[in-house]
């Protein structure tokens, strides 16, 4: 197959991320959160599988026509931010005035940090927090923290978006590399069983999503605090 038609399938691969995200929607105006969250499970695959596609086809010569790091951006703000944002707040996972705050918190800082030319590091990793509430609501439908726990979460992830801390990209970071990757399967296995059986995922899948979700949080400021050698990349 040409290259060039290569290249536009993967943009409209890319593309698929609107629909996903409106079949996502729809399930949250309904309430029906496991259906909305394996949307979004769905959608995360998409987004993990396009940029590697992207970069072995080089969209970028190949189909300059179409935007593929915008098309990204669009359906990532969806899919990301807007929905989980929608979804925290309609679920009542914060009472009264504490869940408006937040989901708008979430949606502002959320717009300014994509708008960020500095969002990547050198080494293709995140810096600051990626903005990935879609993870993060998910894991929180799952735990069922207290309403304290979720508002110092919801902040806590809001500051970091703007702060001098790494997060591993899972396909892109060299560091650890496969151990990111490995990490970032495991956590979307579980969030895919967790969302399957309406969070009533069992005691492994559960600690599976909690603990994948605390290395992919913390694993790059680890980065940061530990000196790289040439023996950590385990790609």
């Known amino acids: 197959m040409d290259m060039r038609i290569k ?5 409209l691969l890319t593309a698929t991320g609107s629909v996903l995200s409106m079949l996502a929607m729809l399930a949250a105006v309904e309430g029906k959160w496991s259906m909305m969250f394996l ?7 998409v987004d993990g599988i396009d940029g590697p596609l992207a970069r072995r086809y080089d969209t970028v010569s190949n189909w300059p026509t179409y935007d593929g790091v915008l098309m990204d951006l669009i359906v990532d703000y969806l899919t990301y931010v807007f929905i989980p944002a929608y979804a925290l707040y309609t679920k009542g996972m914060l009472p009264g005035w504490t869940g408006l705050a937040a989901i708008m918190v979430i949606i502002y800082g959320s717009v300014i940090y994509f708008s960020d030319t500095r969002m990547k590091t050198k080494d293709k990793s995140f810096a600051g927090f990626p903005a990935c509430w879609n993870m993060v609501i998910l894991v929180l439908f799952a735990v069922e923290p207290p309403h304290i726990v979720v508002l110092v979460t919801v902040i806590a992830l809001t500051v970091a978006m703007f702060l001098n801390l790494k997060f591993v990209h899972p396909t892109r970071t ?4 496969g151990l990111n990757l490995g990490m970032a399967i495991v956590w979307l296995a579980c969030a895919a069983n967790a969302a399957w059986l309406d969070f009533n995922e069992g005691l492994i899948a559960h600690w599976g999503l909690i603990l994948s979700s605390l290395y992919l949080t913390f694993a790059g400021m680890a980065q940061q605090i530990f000196p790289s050698n040439p023996s950590d990349s385990l790609s």
């Open 7 to 11: 290249a536009l399938m993967v943009h």
């Open 39 to 45: 949307w979004l499970v769905v959608a995360l695959i």
């Open 174 to 177: 060299p560091r650890w590399h």
